[in-house]
C-alpha cells in the first residue's frame, strides 16, 4: 500500500473501512444470482466504483448508530447484511463472489494472505507459500499479484512495515526494536524500505504522524451528509484480500 498524499489539516483525508465476514458472503452469494460483469473483473487487485445512493444510505444508518450505541447489537447486523447484498448485486459482486468461492484460486490466496498476516515475522522458506496454496509457484505467484498488485514478498514486506510503524506509534518502540519485532535483521535495510513505502524516515514519519489532527466519527458524519446533500456520494474502494475478509 502506497503512502497517502499530505493534505491539507483544513481538508482532511476521511474514510470508512468495513470488514466483511466471508461466511455471510457465501450465504448469501448462494442465494443471489450473480450479475453481469467483464471477464476480468473478478481478478482485478481492486475494485473501485463510485458509490451509489442505496449504498451510501446503508452506510450512513451504520455510521448514525455510534450515536445509540444501545442499538448497535440489534442493527448492526442487519446493516451489515442489507450492505453484502448490495456490493454482491452490484459492480463489486464478481470480485467479491472469486474471493470466497470453495476452491478457486482467489481462496486458495486469500487463505495464504490471512496465514501470512499472522506470520509475517517468520522468514519465508522457498515455495512454502506456493504448497500452503496448493499451486504450483510460477501459477501462485501469478495468482498472488493478480488479487493483492505484488509479489509475496513485497506484501509481506508491507505487513512488516505496517506493524512497525504501529508498534512506534503505539507502544514507544524505536526504530531498531520496532525492525527485529517484525522480522528485519538489518537496521539500516529497515530504515532504507520504511522510508520508500512511508516517504520519510522512521522517526521522521512517526512524529509527522502524532502532530497529524485525527478525524473523529463526526467528522466522518458531517462530511456524508454534505456528500449526501450535494447528491454526489464520495467514492468506495474495496480493498484487498487481507483487508476485506477475515
Do not use: C
Not at 14 to 40: F, H, K, N, W, Y
Amino acid at each position: 500500500m502506497a503512502p497517502s498524499p499530505m493534505r491539507e489539516t483544513s481538508s482532511p483525508l476521511l474514510g470508512l473501512m468495513l470488514t466483511l465476514d466471508v461466511r455471510s458472503i457465501l450465504q448469501m452469494a448462494s442465494e443471489i444470482d450473480p450479475p453481469r460483469s467483464r471477464r476480468d473483473d473478478a481478478h482485478r487487485s481492486i475494485s473501485f466504483e463510485a458509490l451509489d445512493a442505496t449504498l451510501l444510505d446503508a452506510l450512513v444508518r451504520l455510521v448514525n448508530l455510534l450515536d445509540e450505541p444501545t442499538l448497535v447489537p440489534r442493527l448492526a447486523p442487519l446493516i451489515h447484511q442489507e450492505i453484502t447484498i448490495r456490493l454482491l448485486t452490484g459492480p463489486h459482486g464478481p470480485h467479491l463472489r472469486h474471493l470466497v468461492i470453495a476452491g478457486s484460486p482467489g481462496q486458495q490466496i486469500a487463505k495464504v494472505v490471512a496465514w501470512l498476516k499472522q506470520h509475517f515475522a517468520q522468514p519465508l522458506q522457498g515455495d512454502d507459500l506456493a504448497d500452503r496454496a496448493h499451486m504450483s509457484p510460477s501459477t501462485f505467484r501469478q495468482h498472488f499479484r493478480a488479487l493483492t498488485g505484488v509479489s509475496p514478498l513485497q506484501y509481506q514486506k508491507q505487513l512488516r512495515l505496517q506493524e512497525a510503524r504501529q508498534l512506534m506509534l503505539n507502544e514507544n518502540l524505536d526504530a531498531g526494536g520496532a525492525a527485529v519485532s517484525v522480522g528485519y535483521e538489518s537496521a539500516s535495510q529497515f530504515s532504507r524500505e520504511y522510508s520508500r513505502l512511508f516517504g520519510a524516515p522512521p522517526q521522521r514519519d512517526v512524529t509527522r504522524m502524532r502532530l497529524a489532527p485525527v478525524a473523529r466519527p463526526a467528522d466522518l458524519r458531517r462530511t456524508i451528509a454534505r456528500s449526501t446533500a450535494r447528491g454526489t456520494g464520495p467514492s468506495h474502494r474495496s480493498t484487498r484480500p487481507s483487508i476485506v475478509s477475515r
